[in-house]
């Protein structure tokens, strides 16, 4: 595991983008898996900027997400698919086809984890996993439990999270309870994984993660056991 300390979170940004900006120049058709966010929003925003600058070029570029709510839909301006053609997708040249999202409106939402299970599994592998982190460690929507949930399936939303994303929402009663997210084998396949963290407030659950115990009560703790991992963290989340 390597670790880059930086002074703020706009310098956080900047070098997690320039470790996607390098991949995309070696492999212009990589498959990136994206988070959502505020952690990770000045992240797109370099990347938007070397597109427009003509350094980058996403027109080959496949993306999976690692999570959607359950029922919502992608017109919701709180949905994560709304969030990244905001985001990102709107704003360089991607093809829509290629970016692929878990649908949160699905009927049957077994079945959606399955298909998006094996949509992952149809794309080769993902090259480069971004990834934030809960105030409780969780890492997609992957929540503290008694065991590491293994594929794409929904979770019940643990408290803690819905309260630190009732900002996003007009009311905190709006918060979806459900959601579907990649699990914790899909995000430890990925060759590559970058963990973005900043801010304070994330201190003590960061020095868990990266020097703790290996537990499913702290998700983010399995990433010690992945061969290639990047935590680029600012100094005021490294504190702890």
């Known amino acids: 595991m390597k670790i880059i300390r930086t002074k703020n979170s706009d310098e956080m940004s900047r070098k997690a983008a320039n470790i996607f900006f390098s991949k995309l120049i070696s492999k212009?058709?990589?498959?990136?898996?994206?988070?959502?966010?505020?952690?990770?929003?000045?992240?797109?925003?370099?990347?938007?900027?070397?597109?427009?600058?003509?350094?980058?070029?996403?027109?080959?570029?496949?993306?999976?997400?690692?999570?959607?709510?359950?029922?919502?839909?992608?017109?919701?301006?709180?949905s994560y698919r709304y969030y990244m053609d905001n985001n990102l997708f709107n704003q360089v040249n991607i093809k829509r086809e290629n970016t692929y999202l878990p649908n949160g409106l699905a009927g049957d939402i077994s079945a959606e984890c399955a298909r998006y299970n094996e949509l992952i599994e149809s794309l080769g592998g993902i090259d480069i996993q971004l990834l934030g982190l809960g105030l409780n460690g969780h890492i997609g929507f992957n929540e503290p439990a008694d065991a590491f949930a293994s594929v794409v399936h929904a979770v019940d939303l643990d408290e803690s999270t819905i309260e630190a994303n009732a900002r996003f929402f007009a009311d905190k009663n709006d918060v979806p309870k459900k959601a579907i997210t990649m699990g914790i084998q899909n995000i430890m396949r990925a060759k590559k994984i970058v963990l973005c963290v900043s801010g304070k407030q994330k201190s003590k659950i960061l020095n868990e993660v990266l020097f703790g115990d290996i537990t499913p009560r702290v998700p983010g703790s399995v990433l010690q056991l992945h061969r290639n991992v990047i935590v680029v963290a600012d100094e005021d989340a490294l504190e702890g």
């Open 28 to 78: 212009p058709s990589a498959v990136l898996g994206l988070a959502t966010g505020g952690t990770v929003v000045g992240l797109y925003k370099n990347l938007i900027e070397s597109c427009k600058n003509g350094d980058l070029d996403f027109s080959e570029v496949k993306t999976v997400n690692l999570d959607e709510y359950v029922g919502i839909g992608s017109e919701n301006g709180q």
